[in-house]
């Protein structure tokens, strides 16, 4: 016959509560995720569905351009001016039509391209000089002025630098 001692009666049933302490302490969390994996929960794969969201806005921004080209393709094929419309019927056209201006003139304004325009001017560096010199001018004033640290307001009164009281 086996000979029990006391330590045998009084560990074993203790044994199921204390081995999750024990692996604990052999081997702790580190962290919520891995709390998480250890509880059978699957951790969320942010960056796998960050790249699905690049992938959706990428396929969205191509369908987008694509619309934009095919839009462009159909207004081309139009004319680019609506048919002009006439309001006389005389035989000579010299009614009104006739004198009205288009809706929307050739000017050197509708043939500039500003945005490149403004490219050049911000790559040159061409600053305001009208603000630039005014500023200059607001700083230099701050500092001359005609009291400039003459005075001292003290308890008694206005004590200049030489001592007398003004």
């Not at 959706?56 to 191509?62: A, D, G, K, Q």
């Not at 694509?66 to 048919?83: G, M, V, Y």
């Not at 040159?124 to 700083?139: H, L, N, T, W, Y």
């Amino acid at each position: 016959m086996p000979v029990k001692t006391g330590n045998q009666n009084t560990v074993m049933p203790l044994l199921p509560r204390l081995l999750p302490q024990i692996e604990g302490i052999l081997t702790p969390v580190r962290g919520v995720r891995d709390a998480q994996v250890r509880a059978g929960i699957t951790p969320v794969n942010h960056a796998r569905n960050n790249v699905h969201a690049v992938r959706e806005v990428s396929r969205m921004n191509s369908l987008k351009k694509l619309q934009e080209t095919e839009d462009a393709a159909a207004s081309a094929t139009r004319s680019s001016r609506p048919p002009s419309r006439r309001t006389s019927t005389s035989a000579g056209g010299a009614g009104p039509a006739g004198n009205l201006p288009s809706s929307r003139p050739d000017t050197a304004a509708s043939q500039r391209n500003f945005v490149s325009e403004n490219k050049v001017v911000a790559a040159a560096g061409v600053a305001r000089g009208v603000k630039a010199e005014k500023r200059s001018e607001q700083q230099e004033a701050y500092l001359v002025k005609q009291d400039y640290g003459r005075y001292v307001i003290g308890v008694i009164g206005i004590v200049c630098r030489c001592g007398c009281r003004s």
